[in-house]
């Protein structure tokens, strides 16, 4: 174990004297627990107190006896099982064989016993008694953290805080009383000496000498208190988390853990719902500026989060941002307020005489409408104060009314470095915008630390993970899932694993493969898989049965600013999703075709679905694979060009095999090597068929803005009649047939010294056709080799010698260099959504995930 005792030296040059460490009750749950918080503490530089929770689950535990015991319900059994447990962890713990420690604890059990039964008489000091009776859980906590610090050094004091800390009820919780604590605890030190000491956390007493608590979340504000009272040079809360993160991880897997922030910062979170720290704790080692630490028990080499003066002058601008759930708006509207002082006094008066606490206030500068943020239990009464506060108004036409909205969140973004920062707003509220999220109230003081957002209790998840993204991750971060890992989604998949690192290192691309899946599986993961190993995930024990409604709403995520589906299937059902999928926002790439020339209704869908806003659709892959023939003629086209015709040969499969037969090769052997090279679609009728340029051929129309289908083009069938209808296997298992016809017709061709290649045309009257043609030899699409593609368009600027696009035209690995050429543009054209440069670089909380 290593040691631990100050704080790790690189981030806190000062030398300490006095070092006040807190463990929490899930730091202490067992007896094994105490020895391992008892180890990391071995330094002897420093004057070491201790200041320690009860067991976990103690307090709680005495506070149901309390309740049993007020109930009149029998309380014993319970009260019996916690002395066990302590007996037990005494037993483990004591030197002696825990004879001392056993009877000090025994003799303390029986004063809780005495305690109870009075509670249960309803004797006449029971509500003294119910309120101090939780702090037990403390003193003995603190007898077991001496005896096992007393194992590993002697010389070990113990201090019952209700010796003498002094506390009374204040407005906002127990306050202290400074100086009759300061003498007491001279005294005490006097008495004692000022050796190492253990301190009961929590407790207290009052003015009138009588145990008291010092409330919830009290152990914290205890260790504050008494590195106040010891002058500490630092203090050390050890807990269950690596150190303040800058969101809640459960709600934002993407949270970071922050390694500094000021006090001020840290109060900001703690008010808006940081759970790490209460907000009273603060004050007593602000006060006195003492460093304070947040660490990990369990991972005691991280350095976990430093509190102090000052936050971290290179640090990023946000610190954290938190959520507030269960809010309402109160929201007073009158022309009659405009100019009117005394209207703002009015509405919170109403709302202090209500006793309802104000979370945010939001009013424009029109000063026609104010609104505040109050607790969802509260609205109602606070309402109706408003309603009553104006009635007079509001029977003079003066102000309009007052309005109740409830189901709110209020998101706040918090940071010293905001101050004097311009666009961290823009970024908020850009990163909601993305999301979709509407704002509906904002506030930000002219301290310029905390902007807070009130926005739509449902949407709050979504918010706070877009907002996080805005200011953690890299405007260009990708969820991307692939569908279809098969010839080309696998080439995909092996590209983007080589290539991802570079990107991520020379532009900040951030591309996370969340998802994959095949027609049967698929495999989801939160936090990103290495593409190279993804396929073996979809037969492993994380892969379930695929549902790709899940699959998008799990790649759509909410704390990744962008997602992304890659369709490498063939599958028309799949394109049928895209409509939907491009109109949540998520950014479609695919090679399959049957999208861009399937039926014109849900084409149609699929342009307007990404036109109005959606997400973008790029589908270069599905003409030429790789080469950029879509690109080429869009360029043509955005630039005032006018398309007359296409001509060209679109079937990479059908010129290989125009290419290699001569005859000495049976056509259907020819055939059986394009599949196995990837070439062919899935079913290789769909080459042979002329479907798929006809496929290629609609595409291309319809982007030069033609309403052409499938049924519209004039296709020449290679697949004899016989085996059209018949499986792809039985189609497969019989090629043979296509033999002798396909034989016959090179030699008819040959014998005139031509050549047979497969044509695509599409004529300025909008004729689409495509089949097979004998050519001379000398004309160039004789002249291109394997797989080539060759696409000639004539345009008005092209008119005399056509632009040619000319290159391999299938393949598994460029047709996945197309689809990827597709994802990078799309991701360049990812901004953030200010274009302000990434605020953060942040350390995964990974213990969080
Ligand atoms: N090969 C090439 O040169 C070119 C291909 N293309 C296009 O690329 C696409 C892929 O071709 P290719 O890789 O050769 O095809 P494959 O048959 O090798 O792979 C298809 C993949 O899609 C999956 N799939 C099929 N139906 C579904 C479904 N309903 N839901 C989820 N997944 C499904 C298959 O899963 P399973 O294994 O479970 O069946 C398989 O993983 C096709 O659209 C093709 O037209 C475009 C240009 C060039
Ligand atoms: N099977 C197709 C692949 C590309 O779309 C072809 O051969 O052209």
Redesign the pocket.
Known sequence: MPSADAAPPDRNKRAVQCHVHKFGGSSLADAGLYRLAAGLLDDQASTRVVVVSAMQGVTDALIALVGSARAGQDWAPAWEALRQRHRAAADALDGDGGRALQSALDEEFESVRSELAAIFGDHSDAEALAAALPGWGEVWSSRLMHAALAATAPGWLRLDARDVLVVHPGEMGMAVDWSASRTRLAEWRAQHGSGHVVVTGFVARDAQGRATTLGRNGSDYSAAIFANLFDADALTIWTDVDGVLSADPRLVPEAVCLPSMSYAEACELAYFGAKVLHPQTLAPVQQRGIPLWIRNTRRPHLPGTLISLKSDPDGAPVKGLSLVRDMAIIELVGNGMVGVPGAAERLFGALRGAGVSVTMISQGSSEHSICCVVRADQAQRARDAVAVAFADAIADSQAQGVTLTDGIAVLAAVGDGMVGTPGVAARLLGGLAQARVNARAIAQGAGERNISVAIGDKDATRALRAAHAAFWLSPQSLSVGV???????RALLLQLSAALPQLRKRSGLDLRLRAL????TMHLDERGIEPADAIARLDGGAAEP?D?ERFASHVRGEHLPHALIVD????P??AALYPRWLAAGIHVVT???HAGSGDWTRYSAIQDASRSGGGRFRYE??VG?GLPVMLTLRNLLDTGDELFGIDGMLS?TLAWLFNRFDGSVAFSQLVREAQAL?????DPRDDLSGL?VARKLVILAREAGRVLSLEDVEVENLVPQALRAVSRDEFLARLEEMDAPMLARYREADAQRRALRHLARLDRDGRASVGVVALPREHACCHTRLTDNLVQFSTRRYADNPLVVQGPG???D??AAGVFGDVLAIAQSLGSPCGMPLLHAGVPAEAHA
């Open positions: 569908i279809g890992p098969g010839q080309v989604g899946a095949n027609s049967r695929v790709l490498c299937s063939a599958s059902a799949v090679p399959n075709k892959a599905t694979a990479g990837g070439y062919t679609e899935p798929d299938a393949g598994p460029v047709t």
